[in-house]
């Protein structure tokens, strides 16, 4: 594990000791954009991104890597792989699309049935699929006299899921290297990435922005598992042809306006904004998902809340450019009795069936650790954008830290995560490295819990 985080440590110090810019780029300008009338009130816009991980992990106990027992390792994998193109074909009319691939690693995340070795094997050829896919319609522009006015409505696979900002969140700036992941709470049962086909409205009164959806979710179609006493059962995802869900998001912009015009929310302005809200948010779906008690399965609702609030500023003197970042939510939960997803990004590890210790975790192999399930969460996040070091352009300096509290149903005891690191700003998000050490929760059948580390190295561009 040592040497792991040494060879990382110095991988990205190389790296670090490019020539860089200064906070902001100074050439990206409205970056990869086609006008397609001289009024350039028609055009077609690009963003594409790579984020690439170097990773050093404590393994769960009782894991196999490739079907070999494993303590550790030390991989590099692709977390993102996007591209984003949207066109404004009128002042009312836009269309939507984003596409990409996630979570290829040197073992998983390939295409649909690779596996073994040879050209279509382990981990090999993801197949590229559509994140959001949408058109929009603008029944309310902004007026000279009111510029903070808006309505627009649209229809497809879209993301705006309420819940919380962090639902929403962009995936291009955020201030640690990833999202918490419980905020995307149905992620890939009841939706798409993080998305569902549906309805929305979205825009704002003044101050005040709002965005509403009406969904079909995904079906899922996991069968509960029978038990004989009730207050054991356990509710898993199965809602059959699936109820329509109703999500919505409303906040308050207490100072600067944040742009709406796409769904994605911004994680750290790095100085250029002063924002400050306080928002709320649900998510609700009827008969979600089921359990069984003596043979009768019941049916249960899906109903999910948080209260947040996101400061963004700069603070001291201006040419120094310093800027503090705090984000913190508290989000209730109720998916059904004892439900819980135990959840790893780009788990590369598998139950070892010969293993016999007594510190074998529920949450199984790999990097899994309790996510998502019935209960209270509470997150929060601060960085410190640090001061010029000159006036000069030089690569700029973010060091932030983050905490998780989970209090599930379905688990014996409280568990926590505690994040901390240091983006590295090469040229704003545009280029930049994150550097990310992360303690997540481990708990035995026994109610014994154990912390286990990982850390993270990420690569980030985009255009």
């Not at 110090?13 to 397609?36: C, E, M, R, V, W």
């Amino acid at each position: 594990m040592k040497k792991c985080l040494t060879i990382l440590v110095l991988m990205a110090s190389s790296l670090l000791a490019t020539t860089s810019y200064g906070q902001g780029s100074t050439d990206y300008g409205t970056g990869i954009k086609l006008d397609l009338n001289p009024e350039k009130t028609k055009y077609i816009r690009v963003i594409t991104w790579n984020q690439t991980w170097f990773r050093a992990s404590q393994l769960n106990p009782g894991t196999t890597v490739g079907g070999e027992p494993a303590k550790s390792n030390f991989d590099i994998s692709g977390r993102r792989l996007r591209m984003l193109a949207y066109s404004q074909v009128s002042k009312r009319y836009m269309i939507l699309a984003h596409f990409g691939i996630n979570n290829q690693t040197f073992i998983n995340g390939g295409g649909s049935g690779s596996t073994g070795t040879g050209g279509y094997g382990n981990g090999k050829k993801p197949q590229m699929f559509f994140h959001d896919f949408w058109n929009e319609y603008h029944l309310i522009l902004p007026t000279k006299e009111n510029k903070n006015s808006s309505l627009s409505v649209g229809a497809g696979l879209h993301y705006f899921m309420g819940i919380s900002r962090m639902t929403m969140a962009s995936t291009l700036n955020f201030l640690t290297v990833d999202s918490p992941i419980f905020s995307w709470a149905t992620i890939d049962n009841a939706d798409q990435f993080a998305r569902q086909y549906g309805f929305f409205a979205k825009g704002k009164l003044n101050k005040l922005e709002y965005r509403f959806g009406l969904n079909k979710p995904f079906n899922t179609s996991l069968a509960p598992a029978n038990v004989t006493d009730g207050v054991k059962a356990v509710a898993v995802d199965n809602n059959g042809t699936s109820k329509w869900a109703k999500t919505g998001y409303v906040e308050y912009q207490f100072l600067d306006s944040e742009s709406n015009l796409l769904p994605f929310k911004v994680g750290t302005y790095l100085g250029t904004k002063r924002v400050f809200n306080i928002g709320a948010g649900f998510y609700s779906q009827p008969e979600g998902t089921r359990s069984s008690v003596n043979g009768t399965v019941t049916k249960h609702n899906v109903n999910l809340m948080s209260v947040d609030a996101f400061l963004d500023m700069p603070i001291g003197k201006k040419e120094k450019n310093t800027a503090i970042t705090v984000y913190s939510g508290f989000f209730k939960y109720n998916f059904g009795p004892n439900y819980l997803r135990n959840i790893g990004i780009m788990n590369i590890g598998a139950i070892d069936p010969n293993y016999t210790g007594t510190d074998k975790l529920l949450a199984g192999a790999g990097n899994a650790q309790p996510m998502i399930g019935t209960g209270k969460i509470f997150y929060t996040q601060v960085g410190l954008l640090l001061p010029k070091a000159t006036d000069k352009p030089k690569m700029r300096v973010q060091p932030f830290m983050a905490y998780t509290s989970k209090n599930f149903d379905a688990l014996s005891k409280t568990v926590s995560n505690f994040d901390t690191g240091i983006n590295w700003l090469i040229d704003g998000h545009h280029a930049k490295i994150t550097t990310q050490y992360s303690l997540r929760p481990g708990l035995t059948a026994a109610g014994v819990s154990k912390k286990y580390g990982e850390f993270i190295a990420q690569l980030q561009i985009y255009l």
